[in-house]
């Protein structure tokens, strides 16, 4: 190859790399392509849903279940007590209803009644001004297990699919 051609060689490669770079430049490569939107900055799109979750899980906090009396009168079960004491605390603090679960298909709405004047009245009893405008009758905000469901949960827990079991070998780790 002679002085020439190697020049001339040179020259296109040159001029193909000058190519290939404004191809890049103009392609977008790190830069806004139009009719494309820019990708939005880590967490901007996954936090507002983390925030939900945490509202509801806090809302949650406020809802007195059907296990929490006992059987199926309005006297309140011993852990329940504790609960509404968590409650009180927090009460002014936040905007929350306190939810007492309503029956199954609002079958007993006399029982429902009487659960919700027992909370009232503790909750004024503790201090808690205008407690009938904050206790409402509703749904829980989550269903439940049924029986066999539950069943089958706890007995998945400890029959090795999480490593307590059998299944894992004895060496307790996850998901083995």
Not at 120 to 128: H, K, S, T
Not at 137 to 150: L, Y
Request: charged letters at 20%; a negative charge; hydrophobic letters at 40%.
């Amino acid at each position: 190859m002679d002085v020439k051609q190697s020049a001339g060689h040179a020259g296109r490669l040159l001029a193909a790399g000058a190519i290939v770079c404004f191809g890049t430049l103009v392609s977008g490569c790190g830069h806004h392509r139009p009719g494309y939107d820019r990708p939005f900055p880590l967490g901007q799109v996954t936090d507002s849903f983390w925030e939900t979750q945490q509202t509801n899980a806090e809302a949650a906090d406020f809802v007195f279940y059907d296990h929490e009396f006992s059987g199926n009168t309005a006297q309140l079960a011993p852990g329940a007590i504790q609960h509404l004491e968590s409650v009180v605390l927090r009460l002014e603090h936040v905007p929350f209803p306190v939810v007492i679960e309503q029956s199954p298909h609002d079958a007993r709405p006399d029982l429902d009644l009487a659960r919700q004047a027992v909370i009232i009245e503790n909750l004024v009893r503790m201090g808690v001004s205008h407690a009938d405008d904050r206790v409402v009758i509703a749904p829980a905000f989550v269903e439940g297990f049924t029986a066999i469901e539950g069943e089958r949960a706890y007995y998945g827990i400890f029959g090795g699919r999480f490593g307590f079991g059998s299944r894992s070998g004895g060496r307790g780790g996850f998901g083995r």
